[in-house]
Nanobody
Framework: QVHVVESGGGLVQAGGSLRLSCGASGRTFSSYIMGWYRQPPGKEREFVARITWSGDRYYADSVKGRFTVSRDNAKITVYLQMTSLKPEDTAVYFC?????????WGQGTQVTVSS
């Protein structure tokens, strides 16, 4: 069975930083794309960032220059370093692992940015 689990969310003031972590178990994820989506209150889930097994990174325009996605294939973990946080970054952040056939999702972690 595959498990994807996020951690590291919380409450932070605008301008602050947080780092989210996401661990995966149950399969070999080194060849998977891993990344993050988020769902702001009352809105649809939206793409944030992803990283390929070889380290290619892609970001939503809204987070470019502020967020950094990275991964440790040995630990089967993906990270999202978030800096210069804004109130509009408030959302539930979901980690995923995608092998182009199946996408595995975590349960989500809440990030709240106060103004």
């Amino acid at each position: 069975q595959v498990h994807v689990v996020e951690s590291g969310g919380g409450l932070v003031q605008a301008g602050g930083s947080l780092r989210l972590s996401c661990g995966a178990s149950g399969r070999t994820f080194s060849s998977y794309i891993m990344g993050w989506y988020r769902q702001p209150p009352g809105k649809e889930r939206e793409f944030v960032a992803r990283i390929t097994w070889s380290g290619d990174r892609y970001y939503a325009d809204s987070v470019k220059g502020r967020f950094t996605v990275s991964r440790d294939n040995a630990k089967i973990t993906v990270y999202l370093q978030m800096t210069s946080l804004k109130p509009e970054d408030t959302a539930v952040y979901f980690c995923y692992a995608d092998n182009s056939i199946t996408t595995y999702w975590g349960q989500g972690t809440q990030v709240t940015v106060s103004s």
